[in-house]
DNA sequence: CCCAAAAGGTTTCAAAATGCAACCTATCCA
DNA sequence: TGGATAGGTTGCATTTTGAAACCTTTTGGG
């Protein structure tokens, strides 16, 4: 990937894949952003609608996603000048958006708050998500360790 | 959970556990401060050192993710104020931590260049994060959607 | 054909967040 | 006793964010 992040154009810590998503995405609305791009929202109205984000700031952040491969905007002719769409990239996020969600859901709302819930065609909520080693082992921080390179 | 956001203290959708995740931990460095105690840090120093933050913020991001239940902090005996661990909500942000890895692995990197990889205990690299259905079937943005509530 | 409304911005300016550097205080250890 | 180390706080400049006003193009009704 030849992007360069948000962070006046230096990455953060640059050999670590963590740091890099996080300044790619990393900011208050780029991924809610994504998450109504998963969810439908396509064009400049509708996310703003959505989120009531600042006109200015929608326009930057659609303009980042763009530059980095996670949104695709495309010309239409029907009055609108502009669709956004996820790109495989983008769509790729969704296991980071679900990921979020589940921590959510688990530990930022008291039990009886409404909440909404992500669900499969049948209506079902997702199994969650956990990290496992190659053979199937779960996986924690406590046993888990960073390797580092160079 | 009785906690309160950042963003004025007030969340930016109530109802999004997507949404309030990210107003908890969704800035510049709360997740990497996350990731850092998951590798071992434990104090003000060794966080400062590993990620080269402001003293100010990271003195204001330490404080919050105390209050915010993510981190645990006890004063010590041997001359340092105190030693922040990860609490267990801290612990079950890994997931988060390992899908931002995994898609900024995929996504942020040119092939060949150097990165640092998250190995179990045996040196070998994770298996890849996916959301699946309860009965196993993987899932994707476009097979599944948002079920609002209220 | 004309005009109002909607879509998608840009610009201006104020407020908030961030970052750097200097300063402060308590402990340890020689 | 005094310097080094840990863990901050404070002041000020820079950057980012946000609200509101303004602009331009398209569209659809009369």
């Known amino acids: 990937m030849d992007v360069t992040p948000a962070t006046g154009n230096a990455w953060t810590d640059p050999a670590c894949?963590?740091?890099?998503?996080?300044?790619?995405v990393g900011d208050r609305w780029s991924l809610l952003i994504v998450r109504d791009a998963?969810?439908?929202?396509?064009?400049?109205?509708?996310?703003?609608?959505?989120?009531?984000?600042?006109?200015?700031?929608?326009?930057?952040?659609?303009?980042?996603l763009v530059e980095y491969g996670i949104l695709d905007r495309s010309a239409t002719t029907d009055g609108r000048r502009h669709t956004y769409r996820l790109t495989e990239a983008g769509q790729d996020l969704f296991t980071t958006v679900v990921a979020l969600r589940q921590w959510g859901e688990r530990h930022a709302f008291a039990p009886d708050e409404p909440r909404?819930?992500?669900?499969?065609?049948?209506?079902?909520?997702?199994?969650?998500?956990?990290?496992?080693?190659?053979?199937?082992?779960?996986?924690?921080?406590?046993t888990s360790h960073v390797r580092k390179t160079g």
């Open 38 to 64: 998963m969810d439908g929202a396509t064009t400049f109205t509708e996310f703003r609608r959505r989120l009531g984000i600042a006109r200015n700031i929608l326009t930057d952040r659609l303009r980042r």
């Open 116 to 142: 909404s819930v992500l669900v499969d065609e049948r209506g079902r909520e997702l199994a969650r998500l956990r990290p496992l080693s190659q053979d199937g082992t779960p996986l924690s921080a406590g």
């Open 17 to 24: 894949p963590v740091a890099r998503t996080v300044d790619l």
